[in-house]
């Protein structure tokens, strides 16, 4: 089979890392990629949110499949695109993708399908905002409704901090368009943790479960960012938690959006709180997450292409997918000044004395080439990666990893895993 990948950070390495394995692969090219994929597919220097741009190249290189990786061309409308031309894509259409691109339809749909999530209202004026928020007594997470790059969330403790949070975004548009319209919630208590199922249109098989890291501090401290690190599996999701994610969450929904002419192909990721009363839904996206999708696939025994394309070709069926017994963790490395404006360019030493042990890889995210040398080039630059018979020894590795890269400004949380295994810090 001839695949294309489309994105460029940690998360498509391990797709591509993933998909490379199989053999069924003929060639395999990402677009566009970075150094770290460059050993495993031929890159491709096309933008990961240039729509007529990879459908061309789809086209002309007459690929089998396109596996999507992040949701800015899924809710452009790329996976349309590719099927109106009769390629098959693992990505949901731009209208089951809105699941994750307007979080009012993905709130009213969980609401149609009776999937557990936090109660909530839409707002477009703060005085209506506050007074839905005064029932819960300000304690309530505040959302931009449009894609604000998971940075448009304030969780409010007060009725103060729900004014000034609708404020920021209703009055003085801190998150410009994407905060017209606001989504206010009940805020919940618990374990945050991830899980991604594969869905077809109508089955859905789940991968194993992740907890991923939002916050850029030790101690789950500091603002918000893409995500610090993850691990898989996460024993707060235990097997009855996860069959009724299965049958409470991710079934209904994926049958909700069918019904309402979304059929969804895919990964369908469900952000969860792991509350006293069961798994209740943060958020959906229409993708894998990263750094989530890090940990689960160096666990995935299953073969991922043949999965990903049965998927895309709605004939992937229900069941169960194979994992590793073993436990995986990823630690980012983030550049200087992340979540906010990096410092680039600097030179990062130390990738193969990491990958000297055979249990660590370290997937590419914010790296670029320079003549010879490998440089920073974005904010997550890093996914240190390793396997551990237990997480407490994955957690070793991955740190005894860490210790062996080098880049100025370099910074990571110290205490990835902590939920399972406490706030002693490496
Ligand atoms: P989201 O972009 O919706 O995933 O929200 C980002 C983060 O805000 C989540 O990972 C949670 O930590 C937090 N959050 C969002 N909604 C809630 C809620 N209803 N209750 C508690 N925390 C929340
Ligand atoms: N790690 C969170 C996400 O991918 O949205």
Redesign the pocket.
């Known amino acids: 089979m001839k695949v294309l990948v489309v994105g460029s950070g940690g998360r498509e390495h391990a797709l591509c890392h993933g998909i490379a394995k199989s053999p069924r692969l003929r060639r395999l090219i990402c677009a566009p990629g970075n150094p770290g994929i460059e050993g495993l597919a031929e890159t491709a220097p096309v933008a990961a949110d240039d729509v007529p741009g990879l459908v061309a190249l789809a086209r002309k290189e007459q690929v089998d499949l396109v596996v999507v990786g992040p949701e800015a061309p899924l809710a452009l409308g790329l996976a349309d695109a590719l099927r109106a031309e009769g390629i098959a894509c693992f990505g949901p259409s731009r209208a089951a993708a809105e699941i994750e691109s307007s979080?009012a339809f993905a709130k009213e749909l969980m609401k149609r399908a009776k999937i557990p999530t936090?109660t909530f209202g839409t707002f477009e004026d703060v005085d209506s905002a506050l007074a839905f928020a005064a029932e819960w007594g300000g304690r309530v997470?505040v959302?931009a409704d449009g894609l604000a790059a998971?940075k448009?969330?304030i969780?409010c403790g007060s009725m103060e901090e729900a004014r000034r949070a609708l404020e920021t975004m209703l009055v003085e548009k801190a998150f410009g368009e994407a905060g017209r319209r606001v989504v206010v919630?009940?805020?919940?208590e618990g374990q945050?943790a991830s899980v991604i199922a594969l869905v077809d249109g109508r089955d859905v098989r789940l991968l194993a479960p992740a907890q991923d890291h939002?916050r850029l501090l030790d101690g789950d401290l500091g603002p918000?960012t893409g995500g610090m690190g993850a691990y898989s599996p996460a024993p707060i999701v235990d097997e009855a938690t996860l069959e009724r994610v299965r049958r409470e969450i991710l079934l209904p929904a994926v049958a909700q959006l069918a019904a309402e002419g979304r059929e969804f192909r895919g990964a369908l990721y469900a952000?969860l709180?792991i509350t006293a009363e069961g798994p209740k839904v943060?958020?959906f996206n229409c993708r894998m997450g990263d750094p989530e999708t890090q940990p689960i696939v160096v666990r995935l025994e299953d073969d991922l292409l043949e999965l990903m394309e049965a998927a895309a070709n709605g004939r992937m069926g229900p069941g169960a997918i194979a994992f590793d017994e073993r436990a995986a963790m990823t630690v980012v490395l983030a550049a200087e000044g992340y979540p906010g404006k990096v410092r680039k360019g600097d030179r990062i030493d130390g990738i193969a004395e990491a990958e000297a042990d055979p249990e660590v890889i370290v997937f590419h995210a914010g790296t670029a080439r320079r003549d010879d040398e490998l440089v920073t080039a974005g904010g997550r630059v890093l996914g240190v990666t390793a396997l551990g018979a237990t997480l407490k020894e994955a957690r070793e590795r991955a740190y005894r990893a860490c210790e062996k890269i080098r880049f100025e400004g370099m910074q990571y949380r110290r205490d990835i895993g902590h939920h399972v295994l406490g706030q002693e810090q490496r």
């Not at 919630?185 to 919940?188: A, C, S």
Request: hydrophobic residues 35%; charged residues 40%; proline residues 0%.
């Open positions: 979080k936090a997470a959302k998971g448009g969330v969780v919630e009940e805020r919940l945050e939002k918000n952000g709180m943060i958020e």
